[in-house]
């Protein structure tokens, strides 16, 4: 079975690159300054999942940050074309520096448990909850490489012994998570914050799941102090699906019938 799958745009389109050569160059402002846009997409059944909506939001993340995205016609199925296991995680790249690649990877086997349920804690990210909507050199609602705001979160969630962070505004208002959108439910009701008024990453999972969802729903702001009283708590990504939290800031909670839906709901769109 193939392990890992690289194709790179070159001037001729896309070609197969060997991913233990190094690719990138030593002064690509991508690696130099996180200046790089990027999406991930689940692959199952030999094929990729929300392509479109996938890069309809790296061309929307390149335009934010004025970089140009070469034609990527033929890439992902090229690289699809090499993948023979049932699962896997394609991650697309554009940096600064000219270089455009797909890399498809196996899916990990941390991330498939993690749809039973993770424990999350909620960190402030330090900014009232309308100021990056008014800043938009603050880059809020940008998929890029500048993660490391994002990682260093989910260690500080390890070191506090749980697996994943929902982002607050430092006004109380909930945001979402480093790699996921967060929704919750009360009253049968599941609510998610408004991408352009919070300036937060328009999910498409969670849009796969609005139009999955056998109930009501609001787009709206919301509070720390609404989502812990929630009566479920989801965690929603391209490749975990959808999470529900079983433990926020070390108080247990149950999986309740919207997440377990819409859990398996996903997974079945996913497998087509």
């Not at 790089?36 to 335009?63: D, I, P, Y």
């Not at 690649?101 to 039973?116: D, G, H, I, W």
Request: with cysteine.
């Amino acid at each position: 079975m193939t392990e890992t799958v690289l194709v790179v745009v070159s001037p001729d389109g896309p070609v197969l690159a060997d991913p233990s050569v190094p690719l990138v160059r030593a002064d690509d402002a991508g690696l130099l300054r996180g200046e790089s846009v990027f999406e991930t997409m689940r692959v199952a059944s030999g094929r990729a999942f929300g392509v479109e909506a996938h890069l309809s939001r790296l061309a929307r993340s390149a335009a934010r940050l004025a970089l140009e995205v070469p034609p990527l016609d033929g890439l992902l199925e090229l690289a699809l074309g090499q993948w023979d296991a049932p699962d896997g995680v394609l991650r697309v790249v554009v940096t600064r520096g000219g270089t455009a690649f797909a890399l498809l990877t196996e899916l990990p086997a941390s991330t498939v448990a993690q749809r039973a349920g993770v424990s999350a804690v909620v960190l402030d990210l330090g900014v009232p909850a309308d100021l990056r909507a008014a800043s938009p050199w603050l880059l809020g609602g940008v998929k890029s490489t500048s993660y490391a705001v994002n990682m260093a979160a989910l260690r500080e969630a390890a070191a506090r012994g749980a697996d994943d962070v929902v982002f607050c505004t430092s006004d109380g208002e909930v945001l979402e998570g480093p790699t996921s959108t967060c929704a919750w439910v009360t009253d049968g009701v599941l609510v998610t914050p408004p991408p352009d008024e919070v300036a937060i990453l328009p999910g498409t999972t969670m849009h796969v799941a609005l139009s999955l969802l056998q109930g009501p729903y609001e787009v709206r702001r919301g509070t720390v102090e609404e989502l812990r009283a929630a009566d479920e708590v989801l965690l929603l990504s391209s490749v975990r699906g959808v999470a529900p939290v079983v433990a926020l800031d070390g108080v247990r909670r149950e999986v309740g019938p919207v997440g377990a839906h819409l859990r398996e709901a996903f997974e079945a769109a996913v497998q087509g």
